[in-house]
């Protein structure tokens, strides 16, 4: 029910599931759980405390669970959890949490392209695109269904909202709103994600509110608390409203500019 390569080197502390494939030259360490179905490839290096759900593919050379890249790691018990139906592409690095976290998370239905780094105490919610080359220092939190462009770097703590798309080559150095786009150097608040938005089946109506409640924010000059206050009186009490509000308040870097 499993097939593993002849030139894989697979600890017998390692957990793997049913019909896993372990491609050549691809070392598994103890305390490693693998779950069903998944496909590791040729020289991919699983390090101790890696959590895989079931389906997850991953491809040539890249390397989870390893140390946290922090000066504060003293070698607890961390770990890095994967859902199911992650791709993570080749030669991307995943690191372990520190104590912070206690962990790195990818969620389900991901894509992880190459050498795409996620950093230690990262939280990745679930359908996250990132695109070649995205590199990310620690205690990122990106939401669901979120797309970054190819060679962009974030910030540690930076937020990203749900449903917001990054373009490629950028610097995020402050948390992006959900349903936006963000773009340009320095970056900036580029407008709504209508084309996201429209694709994942969200309705002209509530598309409308989460503009207009981005003009509030963004165009009206009121202080930051005072537009949030005007949105939450004026607009229709939708969920995707509150998620804006919610975001914001809880925002501890400040939120992308307008200009």
Same mark, same amino acid.
């Given at each position: 029910?499993?097939?593993?390569?002849?030139?894989?080197?697979?600890?017998?502390?390692?957990?793997?599931?049913?019909?896993?494939?372990?491609?050549?030259?691809?070392?598994?360490?103890?305390?490693?759980?693998?779950?069903?179905?998944?496909? *590791? !490839?040729?020289?991919?290096?699983?390090?101790? #405390?890696? /959590?895989?759900? @079931?389906? +997850?593919?991953?491809?040539?050379? %890249?390397?989870?669970?390893?140390?946290?890249?922090?000066?504060?790691?003293?070698?607890?018990?961390?770990?890095?959890?994967?859902?199911?139906?992650?791709?993570?592409?080749?030669?991307?690095?995943?690191?372990?949490?520190?104590?912070?976290?206690?962990?790195?998370?990818?969620?389900?239905?991901?894509?992880?392209?190459?050498?795409?780094?996620?950093?230690?105490?990262?939280?990745?919610?679930?359908?996250?695109?990132?695109?070649?080359?995205?590199?990310?220092?620690?205690?990122?939190?990106?939401?669901?269904?979120?797309?970054?462009?190819?060679?962009?770097?974030?910030?540690?703590?930076?937020? *990203? !909202?749900?449903?917001?798309?990054?373009?490629? #080559?950028? /610097?995020?150095? @402050?948390? +992006?709103?959900?349903?936006?786009? %963000?773009?340009?150097?320095?970056?900036?608040?580029?407008?709504?994600?209508?084309?996201?938005?429209?694709?994942?089946?969200?309705?002209?109506?509530?598309?409308?509110?989460?503009?207009?409640a981005y003009n509030i924010i963004y165009r009206s000059n009121l202080l930051m608390k005072e537009a949030i206050k005007a949105v939450e009186s004026q607009l229709q009490p939708y969920p995707e409203i509150q998620v804006i509000v919610d975001f914001i308040r809880k925002s501890e870097r400040g939120i992308?500019?307008?200009?």
């Amino acid at each position: 029910m499993v097939e593993i390569h002849p030139t894989a080197i697979v600890h017998p502390d390692a957990q793997l599931g049913e019909n896993v494939r372990v491609g050549p030259f691809a070392v598994i360490e103890a305390d490693v759980v693998v779950g069903d179905e998944c496909d *590791i !490839g040729p020289h991919v290096y699983l390090d101790s #405390g890696t /959590r895989l759900g @079931k389906r +997850v593919k991953i491809s040539k050379g %890249a390397v989870l669970g390893t140390a946290p890249q922090d000066l504060k790691y003293g070698g607890e018990k961390t770990y890095l959890e994967v859902g199911d139906d992650t791709t993570i592409r080749e030669f991307a690095t995943l690191n372990r949490g520190t104590e912070y976290h206690g962990k790195t998370v990818v969620g389900t239905h991901c894509f992880l392209m190459a050498y795409v780094h996620v950093a230690h105490d990262c939280i990745l919610g679930n359908h996250v695109i990132l695109s070649n080359g995205v590199n990310m220092a620690g205690h990122v939190e990106i939401e669901d269904h979120v797309g970054i462009g190819g060679l962009t770097a974030i910030h540690q703590f930076v937020r *990203i !909202g749900r449903y917001s798309f990054v373009g490629g #080559g950028l /610097r995020v150095t @402050k948390d +992006v709103p959900p349903y936006v786009l %963000a773009m340009g150097e320095p970056i900036r608040y580029g407008g709504t994600n209508v084309v996201g938005l429209k694709r994942k089946g969200f309705s002209s109506e509530v598309m409308r509110e989460i503009k207009r409640a981005y003009n509030i924010i963004y165009r009206s000059n009121l202080l930051m608390k005072e537009a949030i206050k005007a949105v939450e009186s004026q607009l229709q009490p939708y969920p995707e409203i509150q998620v804006i509000v919610d975001f914001i308040r809880k925002s501890e870097r400040g939120i992308i500019p307008l200009k």
